[in-house]
């Protein structure tokens, strides 16, 4: 049972311009929503996280948002550069629960174009 | 500094051979975990661990065996191995239950053919 569905599989920016990944849960006891950036050939690695008490994170140019009522939260790559070519997972758990269990999406092939 | 270990990086086998995966990590982490990678289906957990000694069953466990008699080690066995788990897997690591940043291996691509 996929309780994290993401969108779209893939997507094509130019550089400079801005991408948007989306997800969605089902199980309204997750509190904490990671995403995590994967380059080819390497092993995913944390990227920016939010907790549901906070609408918005942002760091640099990659933004979290979240929106509780519609259990909905994106991810936004401003100024989107070919360096960000990677693979991008959202994720949940309930935080606490013993080990942490992420559970992922299907993740997101971002290519931006020069 | 080495952070999450995985060995092999390839391997490919034949229905019904066995195999073993090792991840070592060395960050003194209390949680290990491993999952597996397909296209469209993201990553997901098979076992994991949350100290040494102990072991936990997550979200896709049947034709896998696990083990965590030391640490820093976390094995992963297919003791019969079928076409269906060809996948990249990957281990993880994270230091505690409040603490959810998993650091992750660089991954094994496993074919079974």
């Known amino acids: 049972q996929q309780q994290v569905k993401q969108s779209p599989q893939s997507l094509i920016v130019q550089k400079g311009g801005i991408s948007i990944i989306n997800c969605a849960y089902e199980?309204?006891?997750?509190?904490?929503f990671p995403w995590y950036q994967q380059f080819p050939g390497k092993g995913p690695a944390l990227l920016i996280a939010?907790?549901?008490?906070?609408s918005e994170k942002k760091e640099g140019r990659f933004t979290i948002s979240f929106n509780k009522s519609a259990k909905q939260f994106s991810l936004h790559i401003m100024d989107s550069q070919p360096g960000d070519s990677a693979t991008y997972f959202c994720?949940?758990?309930?935080?606490?629960?013993?080990?942490?269990?992420?559970?992922f999406g299907q993740g997101t092939e971002l290519s931006v174009k020069p | 500094n080495a952070g999450v270990t995985q060995t092999p990086k390839f391997r490919v086998l034949k229905t019904g051979q066995s195999m073993t995966l090792l991840c070592a990590q060395d960050?003194?982490?209390?949680?290990m975990y491993w999952y597996r990678q397909d296209p469209g289906m993201g990553l997901r957990l098979i076992h994991y661990?949350?100290?040494?000694?102990?072991?936990a069953k997550g979200e896709v466990p049947d034709g896998y065996n696990v083990s965590r008699l030391k640490k820093q080690n976390f094995l992963l066995g297919l003791e019969s191995a079928a076409p269906s788990q060809t996948s990249v897997y990957f281990c993880?690591?994270?230091?505690?239950?409040?603490?959810?940043?998993?650091?992750f291996g660089s991954g094994t691509q496993l074919s079974v053919l």
């Open positions: 993880a690591s994270s230091g505690h239950s409040t603490n959810e940043k998993l650091f």
């Open positions: 199980n309204t006891a997750f509190d904490y």
């Open positions: 939010i907790r549901p008490d906070v």
């Open positions: 994720a949940a758990s309930i935080l606490g629960n013993q080990g942490g269990k992420l559970i």
């Open positions: 960050m003194n982490h209390e949680y």
């Open positions: 661990s949350v100290g040494e000694g102990t072991t």
